[in-house]
């Protein structure tokens, strides 16, 4: 080989090496541009985590999946350490039970206090969707039907006609029993049983009682033989359905605040029953139903 060709190839590679260089120190989030998701290990958490997932999937972005993580504290530590880099909670959860603030219906101060509160963990809320996962009250349609309830006040002043099921915890809690008492007066029923928790709905539908505590986006919501009352005095605050997320995976990878604030606007308290309904009632897999979800949706 002459001088002149193995100049030429060594300046070749020489150039090669330089720009591979220049492109590793230009784009440090190509080593490290996977984004792991969490979530907790409910039905709803897991659905809404699979749909994070398949979204960002959709847009390019590589993933790995860390979902059914267990409960709020385990999520929320696995978020800190970096074990995970996103998974979806709530904003009463986050407000009250992480935050420790005293419930409150003002949204714009708890989004703002979610935000400044997380800061410290270098943490960020999302948009919040319209989805919420509340407290709720439900009653047979029959008896909604039979006494004309359809509201919290109605219910408190018919409780002595009703039959509730019940679970231990909300006979005591302050937001249980105690607390609509004293917010709506009444809330005496003719009869109280105390169920599982699993076995609240089976109870009305199989004529055993007329009311049961639940949540706002509970999947046997869907069965049109249930009615969920009206928070009328708005005694339970909003639990909307949101992700949190590191800051470092949001400058690392921006599009993720885009892509899943897409997937919260489209997310609603009857859409997320649905879903539910799928899995709890129709026995199908979170994974199916989430990704059913989003393919129709346009995020996978």
Do not use: C
């Amino acid at each position: 080989m002459n001088k002149r060709l193995k100049r030429i190839l060594t300046a070749s590679l020489i150039a090669l090496f330089g720009a591979s260089t220049l492109l590793s120190a230009a784009s440090p989030v190509l080593a490290d541009s996977t984004v792991t998701v969490g979530s907790k290990n409910f039905t709803e958490n897991l659905i809404i985590g699979r749909i994070y997932e398949d979204a960002l999937k959709h847009e390019g972005i590589k993933v790995k999946s860390k979902l059914n993580l267990s409960g709020t504290f385990v999520a929320q530590n696995a978020l800190k350490k970096g074990s995970i880099d996103l998974y979806p909670e709530y904003t009463g959860t986050g407000y009250v039970d992480v935050l420790k603030h005293k419930s409150t219906h003002d949204d714009k101060k708890v989004y703002k206090t979610l935000n400044s509160g997380y800061a410290k963990w270098n943490l960020s809320w999302l948009t919040p969707s319209k989805a919420n996962d509340s407290q709720a009250l439900v009653i047979t349609k029959a008896a909604s039907e039979k006494y004309h309830i359809k509201n919290f006040s109605q219910l408190a002043k018919n409780a002595k006609n009703l039959r509730f099921a019940s679970t231990a915890e909300f006979e005591g809690r302050k937001d249980g029993i105690p607390g609509l008492k004293k917010e709506y007066g009444g809330f005496n029923f003719k009869s109280t049983s105390t169920v599982d928790n699993g076995v609240r709905y089976k109870a009305l539908l199989d004529g055993k009682a007329d009311v049961t505590v639940g949540f706002t986006t509970d999947g046997q919501l869907d069965n049109k033989k249930l009615v969920l009352l009206k928070d009328n005095k708005d005694f339970y605050p909003n639990y909307y359905v949101d992700a949190v997320v590191r800051n470092s995976t949001l400058k690392s990878n921006p599009k993720v605040k885009t892509v899943l604030n897409k997937v919260n606007a489209k997310l609603t308290t009857k859409e997320l029953q649905k879903l539910n309904a799928k899995v709890d009632v129709h026995h199908q897999k979170y994974q199916t139903v989430g990704d059913q979800y989003a393919k129709e949706n346009g995020f996978k």
